[in-house]
Structure formats: C-alpha cells, structure tokens
C-alpha cells in the first residue's frame, strides 16, 4: 500500500511539472529558454522589446509584483501567458490566468496585472500600433 502511495505521488508530481519552454518563432530568430539577467530578476516588472514594426510590437514581460492600475489610449494589446499564474484586473472583475491563456485588451479599456506565482510569470506581448512606452495612463 505505502509503495502503491508513493508511486501515486511520484506520477503526480512528474505530471505536474512544466512542459518544454514555449517557442517565440521570427523569420530571423527563434526565442527560447529565455534568461533574465539578476537586474531584470531583481524588478517587479521586467521587459524585453523583441520586434518593432509600423503596425505593432512585440515584447516579453516578466512581472514579479504588480502593475498600477492604467489605461492604454492609442493601442491595443494582446497578451499570452508563457509561465506562472497571475491575475487580468479589470474594472469591475478579474480573471486568474494560468500558461496558455491569452487576454485581448482594446484600447481604452481600465486594467492591470498582477503576479501571483511564488516566482514570476512571462507573458508574450503584442501592442498594435508600435508601443512607444508612453502610452500609459494612470487610472486615478
């Protein structure tokens, strides 16, 4: 019975555990097992720009705390959850969010994210247009 227990647990564990790093494929370069540097760890909010074109941008984030509570005015932004958990606030209901989950967020629309991994979570971001990283409005 002890054996049988613990083979149980072995098996649980081993299904828990993350699959392979996600692939972030460009015509010229894949991006994988990406490694943040102590700085970057040491941020709440750590973010790397990948590609910026005329109609979007793409970057990975990796958010340890949280973020304030903001509006973006001029650009959408879709986002895919990588790794970690974390929680979409918006104005009136949140969503808790796990790897593979992807949230659209129009332009104008009240949000923030927050980490609630016991590390961090990285997402995959896509702002149309090219974000400038000015277009951030504080939610008063």
Known sequence: MKSAMYLFIGLFLVACQPSDPVKLIYPDKIYQHTEWT?????KD????HLHRG????THLIRLKGKEFPHFHDHHDL???????????HFE??????LPGDVIHIPKGTFHWGENT???????????SPAFDGKDRRKAE
Not at 54 to 57: A, F, I, N
Not at 92 to 97: F, P
């Open 117 to 127: 991994d016991p590390v961090a979570s990285v997402v995959f971001a896509v702002f």
């Open 78 to 88: 879709t986002v895919a959850v990588i790794s970690g958990t974390s929680v979409i």
């Open 54 to 57: 005329t109609d979007s941008s």
């Open 45 to 48: 909010i750590a973010i790397r």
């Open 38 to 42: 102590e700085d970057e760890i040491k």
């Open 92 to 97: 009136d209901h949140e969503v808790s969010l």
